[in-house]
């Protein structure tokens, strides 16, 4: 039986993806908790929800498995039992700041009154405090929260399901997120993977757990061939987080190199799949904005060292380091925005760069970035565009709103 996660590739055929459909949680904020919630706009729920459903159908239509988060949860929580559908409520409730108390009591309450697919879906979109029957007597919530109007925060981003874990191999990382906004989301996966019949007890490797304080996030995490990944350096992944999963690589699987890439550590370029992501054998997008003169970038080649170190070799030619990685005579690095630096800033904010190949040279493109998607067509690719006015708003293109499970090998 195939392993029910299968990547050892960025580009071969997509088998089967998970994404979350959008819901409540894209609109359940005001414009004043965005920042904090990593947002920038906020959605118009009908038309994400059928620029979403455009998505998932366009992976359907050319031959992809799309399984759902939130389905998953649920069947997950369920196959569990009640004891598992505590315990998960519990990690969730203390993860949301109440591990004990009066509010943790009546959050647990309400809760667990709905069937899990109703708990699961409510925790994911938000608990606002007017929904329940209680007052908080407390000090804090008194003196300091009264005026906030949540209990427990949506989590507006979960429809970017390529952060919280990412497959590698026959297993995937778990991961501790940076911001307070994204870190509850990764206990879906985990508890996806520990109890849902289609994955649980089938041999899956977690190489890295979400019981971490150094921080690594899906979006940075490039699996370049059964033998190479590049991750990056960034806002919201940690040198040392990409040390320790290295290791643990090295230790167990047959991957053998991890190509660390240092990129700006900012909200537009968040990971490195905003600027960098591969779509053929020997192509891959880049923005120019992070390449330096004559196109350089800091890389560090990672690979097993004595005495189970790990040996360093730090180079700045980002396309001859991919070469000499992947074994390339030659590869095509095609700027996004045709490297006009107006049209490269715009349609990079808008995540032109993050394209999600579903085939070797088949990608999937958000549509309103129409400069690159041409470039990319001249250079010879498939490209699918999908509609993307609202879903776009959260930061995010096709490469972030998917999670794949199995690609063929190539
Ligand atoms: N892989 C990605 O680049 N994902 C996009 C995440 C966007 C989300 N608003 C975030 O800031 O985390």
């Not at 904005?289 to 004595?306: M, R, S, Y």
């Amino acid at each position: 039986m195939t392993s029910p996660i299968h990547v050892n590739s960025e580009i071969g055929k997509l088998k089967t993806v998970m994404l979350k459909r959008p819901d409540v949680e894209v609109e359940n904020f005001t414009p004043d908790m965005m920042e904090r919630l990593l947002f920038d706009d906020i959605p118009y729920l009908p038309i994400a929800q059928q620029e979403h459903d455009n998505f998932a159908e366009t992976l359907r239509q050319n031959g992809t498995e799309v399984l759902y988060l939130e389905k998953l949860s649920a069947e997950a929580i369920d196959a569990g039992g009640e004891e598992v559908k505590h315990a998960f409520l519990e990690q969730m409730l203390t993860e949301s700041g109440y591990a004990m108390g009066a509010t943790h009591d009546a959050l647990s309450e309400y809760l667990l009154s709905m069937s899990t697919q109703d708990m699961v879906n409510k925790i994911m979109g938000g608990v606002r405090k007017n929904e329940l029957d209680f007052i908080p007597s407390d000090l804090v919530s008194a003196a300091e929260e009264e005026s906030y109007p949540f209990f427990m925060d949506p989590m507006p981003n979960l429809y970017f399901t390529r952060d919280p874990a990412a497959s590698i191999g026959d297993g995937l990382s778990i991961n501790h997120m940076t911001f307070a906004a994204r870190q509850r989301e990764s206990l879906f996966m985990e508890t996806i993977i520990k109890y849902h019949p289609r994955f649980a007890n089938q041999g899956l490797n977690v190489w890295r757990d979400r019981n971490h304080d150094t921080r690594i996030e899906g979006g940075d995490e490039l699996v370049l061939s059964d033998h190479v990944l590049a991750i990056g350096v960034s806002q919201r992944t940690s040198a040392n987080a990409i040390e320790d999963i290295a290791r643990n690589l090295f230790k167990d699987s047959n991957f053998d190199k991890v190509i660390a890439i240092s990129i700006p550590h900012n909200h537009a370029m968040m990971h490195l799949d905003t600027v960098f992501t591969m779509i053929n054998t020997d192509q891959f997008t880049v923005h120019p904005g992070i390449l330096g003169e004559g196109g350089h970038i800091d890389t560090w080649t990672i690979t097993p060292g004595k005495n189970g170190e790990l040996s360093l070799d730090h180079r700045t030619d980002l396309k001859q380091v991919l070469k000499d990685a992947l074994g390339l005579d030659d590869l095509d690095l095609i700027p996004t925005g045709a490297g006009d630096p107006i049209i490269a800033g715009r349609e990079q904010w808008n995540d032109g760069s993050n394209t999600l190949a579903i085939a070797p040279g088949v990608v999937v493109t958000y549509n309103r970035n129409y400069v690159s998607n041409e470039l990319l067509r001249k250079h010879g690719l498939k490209v699918i565009d999908v509609l993307s006015s609202e879903l776009s708003r959260g930061r995010g293109g096709p490469r972030c709103m998917s999670m794949p499970l199995v690609r063929e090998d190539l």
